[in-house]
C-alpha cells in the first residue's frame, strides 16, 4: 500500500484571509479578468489597425480564380485550404517571416500577424496536417515561383505588380483583392 | 536508436507499422527523383530543459533538480496526389513522473481533402488512422515545444495524467470549413480509443492493480467561429469517453472489474492583436466509476476549470506571459470535506483541488531556436498522479512551486 501521511482533516493551518477570499471568489476573479480581457481586446483592435502603407498585390497562377475575398486570402495564406475550385492543389508561396513585405502582406491584406500566421502554420505542419508554405527570398523568385508551379499564389509589392501582370498576362492572374470583394 | 520500454505492447506496433509503410512509401516508383523528392516532406524539433519543484512529486520523488525534460520529434508526410497524403511522426519524450517516458507514434494516418461542391467556401479534411485530437486550442501540439506557450500546459484543461488518452487516438476524424458571410466556421468530429499500457493503468487508476484498463471509445465533437474582421476565434467542444477495467489474477488483485466514464463540455476563446494575445479555455466534465474499486462502487461527480492566459511581446524576441488556471475535481466538494471523511482523514482536503498562477518568458535567440522559462505557484494537489489513490506523502504541502527553462530547436 502507498505510505500515506494522516493531515488532522478539518484544521487548515496556512488559511490566511487572503486564501479565503481567494477560495471563495476565484472563479469570480477569474470571469472578470476574462472579461476585462475581452474589453481590452475591442481597444486594442481599433488601435491596432494602423497597418503600413503599402498594399501587396496577390499574384495568382491557376484558370480558376474564386471570389478573392479577406477571409479566403487568410484561409490559404494560414494553409487551411489547400485546392482551387477545380480541384487544383494551391501551392502558397511567400516571403521569409522576417522579410518587410512578408510584414505588410500579412497586415495590410490578410489583417493578421505574422506571428499569429507562423503560429497557425506550426500547429498545422507539426500535427501532420499540412505542407509547410514555400519560401522565396527575392521578387525574382517569387515571380519566377508563381509563374512556373501551376496552383501557386503568392504577392508582390504593388507597382512591381502591375508590371509582372503586363509581361505575363497570359500565365499570371493578378489579383487586388480589395477591387474583387464583393463582386 | 530509441529504446521502446514502457511502450512495448500497443506503440511497438505502431512503430513497425508505421516504419513499414513510409519504407513501401519510400520505394514506391517515381515519375523523377525531383518528383519524388516533391512528395516528401519531414520535419523535426528537439528540446531539452531543466526543471525543479518544491514539496511536490509533480516532477520527481526528492524535489531535485531535474535533467528530465527532453522532447524530441520526427515527422514525415508523403503526397499520394492532389487530395491523399500520408501523415506520421514519432516522439521521445522524457518528463520524469508527469508521463510514460519513452518514444510514442504520435499520430499516423491517411489525409485527405477536397473542396464541397466544387466551391471554395466548403472544404472537408478527413484522416484516418492514428489522429489527433483537434478539438482543443493546444491539443494537437501539446507535445510540440514551440507551439504552445508554456513547457507545461494549465493542467485544468491538459491534465498530464490523461496526456496519451487525450493527444490522439486510433480511429478517425474530420473537419468541415465553411467561409460564410459573417465569418469562418469549422466543424471537427473524431471517434476512437488510445491505447493504454500497464504504467498508464497504474498512473489513471493504481499501482496496485495487475489487470488490464482499456479505453473503450472516445467521441469528440467541436464547432469554431472566427468572425470576419477579426482576430478572434471562439468554440465549444464536447467529449465522451469510457474505460473499462479487467482484473488480472485473482491471487493478486485487489480490484474488480469496473467501468467508467469521462464527460466533458469546453468553451474556448482565443485572441490575437499587434503585440499581445489572449486565450481561455474553460470546462465542465463529469467522471463515472462504476464497480471496479469493488462491486456495487459508484462514484458519479462532476468537476469543473479552466484557464486565462495572457502573453505581451515586448519586441520582436522577447514576450512575457501571466496564467491563472483553476480546477475543482467535485463541485460538491470544493473543501474537500467530503475526500477527507470517505478517505477516513488519509488524503488531505487540498487533493480535491488545484489552482496555479504562471508567469513566464520566452527568448526567440535565433531562427527556429528559442529559450523559454517559467514559475508556477500552485494550491493544492488535484492534478496530481495516481487519480484514485493519491499519494499525499510525496505532496506533504498544499501550496508547492515549480520552474523551468527549456531549450527548443525545430526544422
Redesign the interface.
Known sequence: MIPIVCHNPYHRTDESSFAVVWSSYRYHIAILFMLSSLGIVEIAHASNTSYVNSTPRVIINNGVIPEVSEPFLREVFSGKLRHWPDGQPITVIVFPSDHPLHHEFIQERLHMFPYQIERIWNKRIYSGRAVPPLIVSSIEQMHHAVANIRGAIGYLPEGVAEQEHRDTQSLLQHVNTYARQGG | MLIIREYSQPHSAYLSLLFGVLLSIYCIPAASQEDHNQRW?V?G?IAQGLTKTDNSGFINFDNSLSLHLTEL?L?A?Y?LD??L?F???IVYLDADNRYVKGARVD?A?V?W???LF????W?L?A?IGRV?N?HWLYS??RD?P??RLTTILPQSIYFDGFRDVALSSDGVAWQL?H?SDK??WQLKWSLGSSPLDNDQRDRLFS??ATGTLTQTFTHQVSVFFAP?????ELGISVLDSDFKYVPGAPDSEPFSRGRATSQRVMLH?Q????????S?EIMRERAVIKDALFNGFLSDEFGDG?Y?Q?RY?IDARHSILAR?D?FDKNEED??G?RL??QSQ?????YFTSM?QVTLGWRWEIA?RWQLQTEFHRT?GAGRLTPIL?P???LN?K??WSMASIQLIH?F
Open positions: 516532406q520535419n524539433f520529434g515527422s508526410r503526397t492532389d487530395s497524403s501523415a506520421g511522426q499520430y494516418f489525409d481533402q477536397t473542396n466544387a466551391d471554395v467556401k472544404s479534411h484522416q489527433k483537434g494537437d501540439t510540440v514551440h507551439t470549413h467561409l465569418g469562418t499501482p496496485l470576419n474582421n477579426t482576430n478572434l476563446v485572441y490575437y492583436a499587434l503585440n499581445w494575445e489572449f481561455s479552466g486565462v495572457g511581446m491563472i483553476l470544493r473543501a470535506q477527507i471523511e482523514g488519509q488524503i488531505p482536503e489552482d531562427d494550491k489513490f499519494n499525499s506523502s506533504p498544499q501550496y525545430w
